[in-house]
């Protein structure tokens, strides 16, 4: 049915008593062309939650990416501080490499003419040829682990190994033997507070919890209230202006029961990410023992290699100051020479592993490098 009223009063019509000016035509109750603003405003806690939750999880993961970026950052380190230390030691320990081949050589050749002159046993003209080999093989593997050590190490550093003006890339550097005062109960428990794996595998927890309670709300009926402010410009309307506030609630029953599938895989994912914690944990401390383990047995191989140099040397200085200069004389003054030599070859390797095997360590341990928290 239609709705109809009077329209605008015209002037030219008589008015009628009691009922104003009076009208000459019929019009429907709104006019032709009518403007309506509205203007509206909602809220709905159910989406209020979720969305709550998901910035949770983001932030979550912009802290793990922090953390990732000082783990790289820490491994990275220990790839530079150990290829630097191994080469600073290697680059001190050719010249005398070089120098044992060399009296190596001039071992072998006295012992070859006292053996043609039946003056040595075949035994000890078989072990001079034998140390003369390793000692060639000395050098021949320090060669080796020099352009292996300026490779690993240039790598790191993003740089050629042959960018350096002298030709090839070269580190100079202090060498001392290293030394750490933890006990390895104490490593492994700063490893555990401070590495950014234990923090990464607590986010990644944290962020599981968050979409279960996320998958929770979803559960709830959604909710949404509303205000809601119109104005119309129609004249025949007696009030043009009015409010409206109201509350709409929706439930549907398809996604309520394949979030129930979600649900399951959320909370074995958050189990799964609860123990991951432990593992991690785990991993790390067997890490540190291992790196602690492999850094005491280098310093023990330090310290064996020290006290067999000082043998040496003890010997040489004995040899070198006796009175007789016969060929036997001579030849044992030239071997205790080339053990020195030996030793010291020894002690140049030893250093440079222990040292790598500190910066090890401190990489195990997270000591390396530290990144101050982005602000948010």
Known sequence: ?????????????????????????????????????????????????????????????????????????????????????????????????????????????NMKAMFDKKLVTVDDYNRANQQHARAVRSLTRTKVEIDKQRNLLATAMGLSPDACSGGALSVTGDLRAPAMNMQICDMELHAV??????????????????????????????????????????????????????????????????????????VAHKAKTYHEMGSVALAITSQVRTAALQFNDSLDELKAVESALTTSQDVYRVALNRQARDDLDRMSLEEARANMLAGQWEKYKALGESNAALAELESAIGLNYNEPFPKP
């Open 1 to 109: 049915s239609q709705v109809w009223g009077r329209a605008f009063s015209m002037p030219a019509n008589p008015p009628v008593e009691g009922l104003g000016d009076g009208v000459n035509l019929w019009s429907r109750g709104h006019e032709r062309s009518t403007w309506r603003y509205v203007l509206e405003t909602k809220w709905s806690p159910t989406d209020a939650a979720l969305a709550y939750y998901v910035a949770k999880s983001s932030a979550n993961d912009r802290i793990k990416s922090h953390f990732s970026r000082v783990r790289a950052a820490q491994k990275l380190l220990s790839v530079v501080d150990s290829a630097f230390l191994r080469l600073l030691a290697l680059q001190r320990a050719l010249p005398v490499a070089e120098n044992l081949v060399r009296s190596r050589e001039r071992v072998l050749e």
């Open 193 to 266: 507070q401070k590495r950014p794996e234990a923090f990464e595998a607590g986010l990644s927890n944290l962020s599981s919890e968050n979409d279960l309670k996320r998958l929770i709300v979803k559960n709830f009926p959604k909710v949404t209230g509303f205000w809601r402010q119109t104005y119309d410009k129609d004249v025949f309307l007696y009030e043009h202006t009015w409010q409206e506030i109201g509350t709409f609630v929706y439930f549907d029953l398809l996604e309520w029961i394949s979030n129930a599938e979600e649900m399951n895989a959320a």
